[in-house]
């Protein structure tokens, strides 16, 4: 059941600079993150970040696409459809604020929270 997982157990998906596909180097996290799901059942929202690049409005859009892609590769692997939401932050929520390439890249980020 779900209580036996929290949301630090489904690592983040990262992505590539203006990009929302899943990249080839994630697909075992998105494999991995899929089975914890279908063992549990779990309900899960997906949230989609974004680094400060852009205006608010492409960046909730990219946020958005990006919590799509990793929900659409979650129910590609069996996950079940009506236990993922998602929702996105654009770039409202970062995990640092440095204006260096590892800081940009830990924000291009898509997190996953259990739902209760």
Same mark, same amino acid.
């Given at each position: 059941?779900?209580?036996?997982?929290?949301?630090s157990? $489904?690592?983040?998906?990262?992505?590539?600079?203006?990009?929302?596909?899943v990249? #080839?180097d994630?697909?075992?996290?998105?494999n991995?993150i899929a089975?914890?799901?279908? #063992?549990?059942?779990?309900?899960?929202?997906? &949230?989609?970040?974004?680094e400060?690049?852009?205006?608010? &409005?492409?960046?909730?859009?990219l946020?958005?696409?990006?919590?799509?892609?990793?929900?659409?590769?979650l129910?590609?692997?069996?996950?079940?459809?009506?236990?993922?939401s998602? $929702?996105?932050?654009?770039?409202?929520?970062?995990?640092c604020?440095q *204006?260096?390439?590892e800081?940009? *890249? #830990?924000?291009?980020?898509?997190e996953?929270?259990?739902?209760?």
């Amino acid at each position: 059941n779900s209580s036996q997982i929290n949301s630090s157990s $489904l690592k983040n998906i990262f992505f590539k600079f203006d990009r929302y596909e899943v990249q #080839a180097d994630m697909f075992d996290r998105i494999n991995e993150i899929a089975n914890i799901l279908k #063992a549990t059942n779990a309900k899960v929202i997906v &949230e989609g970040n974004k680094e400060s690049f852009g205006s608010d &409005e492409y960046n909730f859009a990219l946020g958005k696409k990006r919590a799509d892609s990793v929900k659409n590769a979650l129910v590609s692997r069996g996950v079940d459809s009506r236990n993922i939401s998602t $929702l996105t932050f654009g770039e409202s929520k970062p995990v640092c604020a440095q *204006q260096t390439q590892e800081c940009y *890249q #830990a924000n291009r980020r898509v997190e996953f929270k259990i739902v209760q």
